[in-house]
């Protein structure tokens, strides 16, 4: 069965089980679901009692399964086609002509090349240029801001990942999903704060919940929007 507890403002979901076992067991999987196992006499009320003790570790849970690599449905590269930008639908306009190029110009993404095949590496190349200077120019004040806590990244690299928006290495380094740049601006961000947090707290624990919760007070909304979005 299924239903939910209020802790704060926060809505916790979670499936009940009920088996012939001695304890109450609490899971929380990648996709985010709560998954409760208890004893065949535990009451209602008992379950939530302890989930709302959980409560806390349930939503570090939560935020440690950042997000999963995004299962669009394969791009054709076809006039017409939408893509994502920024959090915005462009639509691909393919010129087959010459010379190369290919520019943001009202609702579509402009595509000029001689041959069909092409079109997807001029996109893929355009979308990898277009996140390197985004977000270099959106991580610059948020380091900033970091660096009250005498922390700051070594570097921050661009890297294909197939489980993860971002990471941080114990060295500080950075590294970030390009495909991020598909995502609003307000989704990027919270990824940056997410890394930049690790550079103060590797794990994610209650003191890293809060330094999160403290320089993004709305970093869920973002988070749910940018699994939304690309997912």
Known sequence: MTDFILFGSKRIDFLLEYSERKSLGITVTPDFLVM?????????????????????????QQSFFLSFYPKTPPRKYISGETHLYLGRQYRLKISYVTP???????????????NK?????LVSE????????????IAKPL?????????????IVLREMPTRWGSCTPKGKIILNPELIK?????????????????????????????????????????????????
């Open 36 to 60: 409760v196992r208890a004893p065949l006499d535990t009451s209602m009320e008992k379950v939530k009692e302890k989930l709302l003790k959980k409560a806390p570790w349930i939503i570090r």
């Open 100 to 114: 190369e190029s290919i520019k943001l110009k009202g609702q579509f993404i402009e595509v000029q090349t001689a």
């Open 117 to 121: 095949p092409r079109a997807k590496q």
């Open 126 to 137: 355009w979308y990898l240029q277009n996140a390197r200077t985004k977000f270099n120019i």
């Open 143 to 155: 380091i900033e801001r970091f660096k009250k806590y005498k922390v700051e990244p070594s570097s």
């Open 183 to 231: 995502a609003p601006k307000a989704c990027i961000e919270y990824v940056m704060i997410h890394e930049l947090c690790h550079l103060i707290h590797h794990d994610h624990t209650h003191k890293f919940i809060d330094l999160q919760e403290k320089e993004m007070p709305d970093w869920e909304k973002w988070k749910m929007k940018l699994e939304r979005l690309l997912a």
